[in-house]
């Protein structure tokens, strides 16, 4: 694992799970430019690594995340804006592609860090951790995501109540509107994640994949959305985990899945 505190984002393997942990703790992993293009990076090396099944997403020093760094901000042209906001985006790009990636979440994780968060497939969240949708404080709507992510959690009427008037949210309360998916107790949330990485880690990579995929196409049309299921299930038919689910529910053992 790297541990250098000049290093922007560490990265540690556990077995089939990649800890990716923002390292920024004096500003409470703040996102600068610099940590968009980092965190970018390993994101998108973890999707394209055969031996990864599965990624945790994490903040050093008892913070997730405590949004974008203001102390870097200013007004400008919007065509010089568009390339920061874009680098934003290239983050949640890549935490959208095949692979599982939970969130651990202890402490703060306002504005982009709430995005961040729930950009993710599952959050765990400790008790006292804080979330907000704090961009209206700074005179800005929203990025990284949340106009998707937030909706897709809350439902559209909600998602507007928090992005109009946004508050403080305690992790449990959270766990209450359904903002995250599992409240734990305080510094429990990185184990809570790794156990539920490693759970995905032994899943199928393939129909894991087809599920998000599935579920991001944007498809409102119901037959559509059938004959997309058709395809995948198609697909994952003719594949070595499907045949070895099959023999493993036969012989009443777990499933061994290699994502062929």
Known sequence: MTTDEHTLVTVEDRDSVRVLTLNRPRVKNAIDMPLRVVLAEAVEAAMDDDSVRAIVLTGAGG????????????????????????????????????????????????????????????????????????????????????????PDRIGVAAAKQLLMFPRRISGSEAGELGLVDSVVEPGAALDAALADAAAAAAGPPLALAAIKATLASGIVDRDARLDLEVENQAVLFDTEDFAEGVQAFHARRRPQFVGR
């Open 63 to 150: 913070a997730f995340c405590s949004g974008g760094d203001i102390s870097t901000m200013a007004r400008q042209a919007p065509e010089l804006t568009r390339p920061r906001a874009q680098a934003a985006q290239r983050v949640i790009r890549a935490l959208w592609r095949g692979k599982p990636v939970i969130a651990a979440v202890e402490g703060p994780a306002f504005g982009a860090g709430t995005a961040l968060a729930l950009a993710c497939d599952r959050v765990v969240a400790a008790r006292d951790s804080l979330f907000g949708t704090t961009f209206t404080g700074v005179g800005l709507a929203g990025d990284m995501g949340i106009f998707t992510s937030l």
